[in-house]
C-alpha cells in the first residue's frame, strides 16, 4: 500500500521532470536548483545535467559537507549514480551545491513536470502522503479518505511551518537530510505531524 501511495504522490506532482543546469527560482526563495544525474568517479563527485550532455565537476559547499554525505548514505559510488536536485550555483564551470532538495536511486531523468505547488511529503507506518498546490493541502493516510484543505506557510531559516484549519493542524518541515531508503529515496527536509492524534513522520523535498 505505501509503494503505491508514494508512487501516485510522485505522479501527481511529476516530480522526476527534467531541468536544465541552472533550474528555476522561486519570488521568494533565491536558492537555484540543478537537476540532474550525479556520478562518483575516482573520488570525484561530477554533475550532469538533465537536457543537457555535458558534466561538471561539483564543490560541496554545504555546511559540514552534508550534502555529500546525505548523497553517500542513500548509495552514491562509483557506478551507482543518482538521480539528484542540489541547490548551487554554476562557479568556473563547476557546480557549488549548497542543499539537498531530493535525490533518488533511479538515475535516471523522467519525463514532463506537472505543475504543483511549493511542497510534497510521504512517509510511512501508517502510509501517508502530501501534495500541495498554491493554497490547498491534499493528505491522503492510507485507508482513509483524502482530505483537502487551505493552508499557510510560515518561513524560517532552519524550520518551515504549514498551518491548515485555521491552525488546527500543523506540519514541521525542519532542513535536514531525510532517508527512506526502503523507497529508494532523500530528501533536504524531515516532515512530522499530527493527524486524529496520530503523530506522523517522513520526508519532504520541493517538487
Not at 555546511?63 to 555529500?68: K, L, Q
Not at 531530493?102 to 510534497?120: D, I, K, N, S, Y
Not at 506540519?171 to 499530527?194: H, I, T
Given at each position: 500500500?505505501?509503494?503505491?501511495l508514494?508512487?501516485i504522490?510522485?505522479?501527481?506532482?511529476?516530480?522526476?521532470?527534467?531541468a536544465?543546469?541552472?533550474?528555476?527560482?522561486?519570488?521568494?526563495?533565491?536558492?537555484?536548483?540543478a537537476?540532474?544525474l550525479?556520478?562518483f568517479h575516482?573520488?570525484?563527485?561530477?554533475?550532469?545535467?538533465?537536457?543537457?550532455?555535458s558534466?561538471?565537476?561539483?564543490?560541496?559547499?554545504s555546511?559540514d559537507?552534508?550534502?555529500?554525505?546525505?548523497?553517500?548514505?542513500?548509495?552514491?559510488?562509483?557506478?551507482?549514480?543518482?538521480?539528484?536536485?542540489?541547490?548551487?550555483?554554476?562557479?568556473g564551470?563547476?557546480?557549488?551545491?549548497?542543499?539537498?532538495?531530493?535525490?533518488?536511486?533511479?538515475a535516471?531523468?523522467?519525463?514532463?513536470?506537472?505543475?504543483?505547488?511549493?511542497?510534497l511529503?510521504?512517509g510511512?507506518?501508517?502510509?501517508?502522503s502530501?501534495v500541495t498546490?498554491?493554497?490547498v493541502?491534499?493528505?491522503?493516510?492510507?485507508g482513509?479518505a483524502?482530505?483537502?484543505?487551505a493552508?499557510?506557510?510560515k518561513?524560517a531559516p532552519t524550520?518551515?511551518?504549514?498551518?491548515?484549519?485555521?491552525?488546527?493542524?500543523?506540519?514541521?518541515?525542519r532542513?535536514?537530510?531525510?532517508?527512506?531508503?526502503?523507497?529508494?529515496?532523500?530528501?533536504?527536509?524531515?516532515?512530522?505531524g499530527?493527524?486524529?492524534g496520530?503523530?506522523l513522520s517522513?520526508?519532504?523535498?520541493?517538487?
Amino acid at each position: 500500500m505505501y509503494k503505491r501511495l508514494f508512487f501516485i504522490t510522485l505522479s501527481v506532482a511529476g516530480m522526476l521532470g527534467p531541468a536544465g543546469f541552472a533550474g528555476a527560482e522561486e519570488a521568494d526563495e533565491p536558492e537555484r536548483v540543478a537537476k540532474g544525474l550525479m556520478l562518483f568517479h575516482e573520488g570525484r563527485m561530477i554533475f550532469s545535467p538533465c537536457r543537457e550532455r555535458s558534466y561538471v565537476e561539483v564543490q560541496d559547499a554545504s555546511p559540514d559537507g552534508v550534502v555529500t554525505t546525505a548523497l553517500r548514505g542513500l548509495g552514491l559510488a562509483q557506478d551507482r549514480p543518482l538521480y539528484t536536485e542540489v541547490y548551487g550555483e554554476a562557479v568556473g564551470g563547476s557546480l557549488r551545491m549548497t542543499g539537498l532538495n531530493f535525490a533518488h536511486v533511479q538515475a535516471r531523468c523522467g519525463g514532463a513536470r506537472e505543475g504543483t505547488g511549493p511542497w510534497l511529503a510521504v512517509g510511512r507506518d501508517p502510509a501517508w502522503s502530501i501534495v500541495t498546490t498554491s493554497d490547498v493541502l491534499r493528505l491522503h493516510v492510507a485507508g482513509q479518505a483524502a482530505t483537502e484543505s487551505a493552508f499557510s506557510e510560515k518561513r524560517a531559516p532552519t524550520v518551515t511551518t504549514l498551518s491548515t484549519d485555521a491552525g488546527s493542524v500543523q506540519w514541521e518541515l525542519r532542513r535536514e537530510p531525510c532517508y527512506q531508503l526502503e523507497d529508494g529515496f532523500a530528501s533536504g527536509w524531515s516532515a512530522k505531524g499530527r493527524v486524529g492524534g496520530k503523530a506522523l513522520s517522513g520526508c519532504a523535498w520541493k517538487p
